[in-house]
T-cell receptor, first 111, second 114 residues
Framework: GQSLEQPSEVTAVEGAIVQINCTYQ??????LSWYQQHDGGAPTFLSY????GLEETGRFSSFLSRSDSYGYLLLQELQMKDSASYFC????????????FGSGTRLSIRP | DAGITQSPRYKITETGRQVTLMCHQT?????MFWYRQDLGHGLRLIYY???????DKGEVPDGYVVSRSKTENFPLTLESATRSQTSVYFC?????????????FGSGTRLTVV
């Protein structure tokens, strides 16, 4: 089976930096993805890590440690529009394109 | 227009009725997926398809049927709707050749079973 754990809620201040952690347990781990979803909207793809290390895309970065079964999403220079839910998701070797999502972290930004 | 579209956006149906949710993509992506999302929860995989005429079960397939006769269409059918199937349903597609294994999601269908 598979399991992913991420905090249910995180609150941060506009302009600050926030880190959303994700730990996973899965056989045949292949990669870790991150998605953003605004209320009432569809999930949108943010980033993907298959190898250990940090991937940076603008204000967002994602990190993976395969040995620790752990990853995180780092959001810098927070803006009010970053208020959303963030999901980590794992893909397995046995079916590289099928991904299983975590329960999501609701990020609230305060002025 | 290019993209992935779901229909209908909203649907109310009665318990026991058959309901079909439609999903259409214009990219010729090989992979397509159906997820359900319940209030306060993540997305749970119902079924997925690697290509036309190839489908497989996800985490929560019971009570659902899929087909994929054409690459661009992936309808989801609730054979006999139950109240527990009240949810938001998202269709997604993916093209492995683009790298990153990112999915593109449709806008969702909000289904209420009464």
């Amino acid at each position: 089976g598979q399991s992913l754990e991420q905090p249910s809620e995180v609150t941060a201040v506009e302009g600050a930096i926030v880190q959303i952690n994700c730990t996973y347990q899965t056989s045949g781990f292949y990669g870790l993805s991150w998605y953003q979803q605004h209320d009432g909207g569809a999930p949108t793809f943010l980033s993907y890590n298959a190898l250990d290390g940090l991937e940076e895309t603008g204000r967002f970065s994602s990190f993976l440690s395969r040995s620790d079964s752990y990853g995180y999403l780092l959001l810098q220079e927070l803006q009010m529009k970053d208020s959303a839910s963030y999901f980590c998701a794992v893909s397995q070797y046995s079916s590289a394109s099928k991904i299983i999502f975590g329960s999501g972290t609701r990020l609230s930004i305060r002025p | 227009d290019a993209g992935i579209t779901q229909s209908p956006r909203y649907k109310i149906t009665e318990t026991g009725r058959q309901v079909t949710l439609m999903c259409h993509q214009t990219w010729s992506h090989s992979y397509m997926f159906w997820y359900r999302q319940d209030l306060g929860h993540g997305l749970r995989l119902i079924y997925y398809s690697a290509a036309a005429d190839i489908t497989d079960k996800g985490e929560v397939p019971d009570g659902y049927v899929v087909s994929r006769s054409k690459t661009e269409n992936f309808p989801l059918t609730l054979e006999s709707a139950t109240r527990s199937q009240t949810s938001v349903y998202f269709c997604a597609s993916s093209d492995l050749t683009t790298g990153g294994f990112g999915y593109t999601f449709g806008s969702g269908t909000r289904l209420t079973v009464v």
